[in-house]
Nanobody, 121 residues
């Protein structure tokens, strides 16, 4: 069992930066694919980024603006978000899964409770 706890969300203006974090419990963190997803009101949960031993993947909508990273010694995954846009407003969820993970939320077994990111124009 893995528990995930996100933090770092908040209200920012368009063009600002924000970093959200996710701390995982358990001793096998490094073996998991870690992903970030987001869900805006009235929309389906969508893939944002993932990171594994093979590298990182990003949704086209965030490529070049967001960076995912992980610290296996601290059981933590980060999402650095730069040049934020109002359309980035959503609840951001951290997820952990077994390889390959992928873009589909069904590829991830464990989920955090989410952290709200709101970008004002």
């Amino acid at each position: 069992q893995v528990q995930l706890v996100e933090s770092g969300g908040g209200l920012v203006q368009a063009g600002d930066s924000l970093r959200v974090s996710c701390v995982a419990s358990g001793r096998t963190f490094s073996s998991y694919v870690m992903g970030w997803f987001r869900q805006a009101p009235g929309k389906e949960r969508e893939f944002v980024a993932s990171i594994s031993r093979s590298g990182a993947n990003y949704a086209d909508s965030v490529k070049g603006r967001f960076t995912i990273s992980r610290d296996n010694a601290e059981n933590t995954v980060y999402l650095q978000m730069n040049t934020l846009k109002p359309e980035d407003t959503a609840v951001y969820y951290c997820a952990a899964g077994f390889p390959p993970g992928g873009l589909d939320p069904r590829g991830y077994r464990y989920w955090g409770q989410g952290t709200q990111v709101t970008v004002s124009s």
